[in-house]
């Protein structure tokens, strides 16, 4: 019960943030299987300062462009409405975000119109991994695009990384094929 | 010279027709290499009849839900700018549809704001397979997602189609996972 009523994440415990979508679309389940000393929330808008990218740059290429350009990113992202759901795991006491995931959602003209939702750049801060965190983003973030309609979810992983997402009810079905633009293409910053 | 002036598309071509997005994102290259009875646009208001639906259908599960909410789908996309490309081959002849497919552009937070762009949904009339109209869906989609500004293309195939989209300039990336949602929602009509 306390650990229901300490993990979970209610409106009271967001008083001033702007948030990418509302927090009931995080799963309660999830939020009450956290370490009570972590928070799970939608992204909000003063997430740069909270070290977003410093998350997401164990991940991948960051290019950081600095706090404006990220915010204009952020309210680009918003501005298209049920289409982008990026959730953060907050340490309570130190205020900085530990792990980060996205799921947008793709319309169809296939499947009675249908959705897919489809699950990007999951990161978690390595001095906090081997907590099931990873599991908690794919969890939260399932939940979302189940809670939206679509009719499935999916992600890309290398091979590594196939017995994980088996755990979390995801099964192999194709192959990613990727082409990369030309270099000069791929880095010009966009405007 | 007057295959290029026979195969591609102009403006003068499509003097009433209400497109996706504007026909100059459609790669002359691309329109030029196409048979001269055939049409590559973007996707109009009014392709329903011209049997979208009807092509998709031999890709997948389809289930045709009638033109209104057919054309309510189309403009949901259009709302989300710079997000949807959907295109279709045409017969000019017959005014069908015999080829379609799909890019939409993800934004990112990763590669200074990158965005990346997701091939999905392509399908060719049977009828009208052995004319390279794949290739040309899939270059005239790659040739969109990196004029707009993607540092990389992605799609999903199975490993019968790898050596195809290899032609197409793709390599064999990571592998993708799925979940499919349970029975309930995934039968549950959109509203």
Same mark, same amino acid.
Request: glycine letters at 6%.
């Given at each position: 019960?306390?650990?229901?009523?300490?993990?979970?994440?209610?409106?009271?415990?967001?008083?001033?943030?702007?948030?990418?979508?509302?927090?009931?679309?995080?799963?309660?389940?999830?939020?009450?299987?956290?370490?009570?000393?972590?928070?799970?929330?939608?992204?909000?808008?003063? @997430?740069?300062?909270? +070290?977003?990218?410093? =998350?997401?740059?164990?991940?991948?290429?960051?290019?950081? /462009? #600095?706090? %404006?350009?990220?915010?204009?990113?952020?309210?680009?992202?918003?501005?298209?409405?049920?289409?982008?759901?990026?959730?953060?795991?907050?340490?309570?006491?130190? @205020?900085?975000?530990? +792990?980060?995931?996205? =799921?947008?959602?793709?319309?169809?003209?296939?499947?009675? /119109? #249908?959705? %897919?939702?489809?699950?990007?750049?999951?990161?978690?801060?390595?001095?906090?991994?081997?907590?099931?965190?990873?599991?908690?983003?794919?969890?939260?973030?399932?939940?979302?695009?189940?809670?939206?309609?679509?009719?499935?979810?999916?992600?890309?992983?290398?091979?590594?990384?196939?017995?994980?997402?088996?755990?979390?009810?995801?099964?192999?079905?194709?192959?990613?094929?990727?082409?990369?633009?030309?270099?000069?293409?791929?880095?010009?910053?966009?405007?």
């Amino acid at each position: 019960m306390s650990i229901i009523n300490t993990a979970s994440t209610t409106r009271a415990d967001l008083p001033s943030l702007d948030l990418m979508f509302p927090q009931e679309l995080i799963s309660l389940e999830v939020s009450a299987q956290l370490p009570s000393d972590l928070q799970i929330r939608p992204l909000a808008s003063t @997430d740069y300062k909270r +070290g977003h990218l410093d =998350v997401l740059s164990g991940l991948s290429v960051v290019n950081d /462009l #600095g706090e %404006v350009a990220w915010v204009n990113q952020f309210h680009a992202m918003r501005a298209t409405p049920g289409a982008y759901f990026s959730i953060v795991i907050l340490d309570k006491a130190s @205020d900085k975000i530990i +792990g980060v995931g996205t =799921v947008f959602i793709e319309r169809k003209f296939l499947r009675g /119109l #249908g959705s %897919v939702g489809h699950v990007e750049d999951i990161a978690v801060d390595k001095n906090y991994q081997g907590k099931k965190l990873g599991l908690r983003i794919i969890q939260a973030l399932t939940h979302i695009s189940e809670s939206s309609g679509c009719y499935k979810t999916i992600l890309n992983c290398n091979d590594t990384n196939i017995p994980f997402y088996e755990k979390c009810g995801y099964v192999k079905k194709e192959n990613e094929m990727a082409k990369y633009a030309p270099e000069r293409v791929n880095n010009a910053p966009k405007l």
